[in-house]
C-alpha cells in the first residue's frame, strides 16, 4: 500500500490497543474491496468509477477512496461536496465527480479551485463555473446529466446535444463525459438508446464527449449495452448484491463490511420475566441473557427486534426484545462469554449478512449501510491485520 494516508496511520498494535476500549465498531476488509474491484474491472473491462458517496456507504469516504487510488481507480463519484473537498484535503489525486447542486460563488470557485469534476445540467451552471474558471485562470471539468426518463435531475435527451454543443463552446469548461442514470427495469434499453441518439447527434455537429457512461450497479450485473465507456458501482464494489435476481450475476464479490460490540453485561433470568420496552421479549424458561452495548443509535434496525442472529462463541445466537437506542440484548444460553466478549452483529458470511440483515428488517440494504453511525469507529484491515483507523470519538 503506498498511499500516504496509510502510511500516517497509527501502527496495528496500537489500533488493537485502542479497539479494547471501543463498545462497537466497524471492520472494513481492505482486501475484499480490492478483490470486488477487481472483479467488476475484469467484467466490463471499461473504466470503473468508484461510487464512493455518503461515506463510501458508510465504510467512510476516505480511507476507502485513498485505497481505491492506491490500487489504480482514476475515477470517484460523490454526492455532496463536503465530500469532494475532504477527499482533495486528504491529499488525493483522483478526479471526483460531484453531483452536489451547487448554490454559492464560493461553492463554484471551490469546485474549479479544487479540479472537481461537476454534473451540470443547466446554463447557468455552465455559465457560473466558466465565470469561475475565468475568474481562477484554470478550467472548469464537467459531466453532463441528460435526463433519458428518469425525470429525477438533467437536461432533456430531447434538448441535450444542444445544451453540450453551447456547454462546449464556453471557453473556461471542458466537457469530461455525459452519464445518465437507469430506471432499472423494461425501459432501460429505450433510455439507452435515448443518451447513444444525444451521442450521434453531437458527433454530427463534430462534437466528441470523451466519457459516456450510463451503468451502475444493475447494468454492470445484467446489461453489458449499457457498460459504454464508464460503469459506476457502488453497492457490489462493498460486495453485496442488492437484490437476490443478482446473485445469478457472474461476478464473485465479497462483503467489505462487517458490525461488532461488545457483550457490557450479563445476567440470568427467570421464566415468566419480560426484557426490554414492552417487554417485548418474555423469557420461556429460566436463561442467561447479554446486553450489548450497541442500538439503533449505531444503525441496528429497530425491525430486528426478537429477529437479528448475533455470532457469539462461533454460534448465532437471537437478540432478544427490542432494539433499544443503545443496547441491543442477545440469548446467551450454550454460549462461553463475559463482560468484554466480541460478537458480530452484521458478518460477511452466514445468518447476518448484510442482505440478510436488511431482508429480515424489510430494509433496503442501501438503507442498512446508510444508517450505520458516522462516529462508530471504522478499523480498515489488510492481510488481517488493521492499518487504519477512523476514529472520531477521541
Ligand atoms: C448517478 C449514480 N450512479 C451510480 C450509483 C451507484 O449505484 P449502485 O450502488 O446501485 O451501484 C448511484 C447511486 O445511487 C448514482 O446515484
Redesign the pocket.
Known sequence: MSNDYFAAQPSPSEIKEKMKGYSSWLEIDLDHLEHNLEQISRHVGVTVMA?V?NNAYGHGVIPVTAYLESKGVEWC?V?KLYEALKIREAGLKLDILN?DVLFTEGQYDSVVGNGITQAIYTRDDAEKLNESANRLGVNAKVFIKVDTGLNRVGVRHTEAAGFIEYVHGLEGVRVMGM?S?FQQNFEDSKMLAKLLAVDAELKTKGIEVPIKSMA???A?FHNPAGWLDLV?????LYGVY?EKKDLSAPVDLKQVLSFKARIEYIKRITRGEGVTYWGKFIAPKDMTIGTIHAGFYDGIPREMANMGRILVDGKYKSSLGSVSLNHYLVDLEGVDAEKGTVVEIIGREGENTLSKTAETAGWMV?SLLNHLHMNTPRVYYSGGEPVALLDSTS
Open positions: 461510487v458517496k463519484m454526492a453531483m452519464f442514470t451502475s450497479t444493475d454492470t459506476r458501482p457502488g453497492m457490489s442488492p442501501y
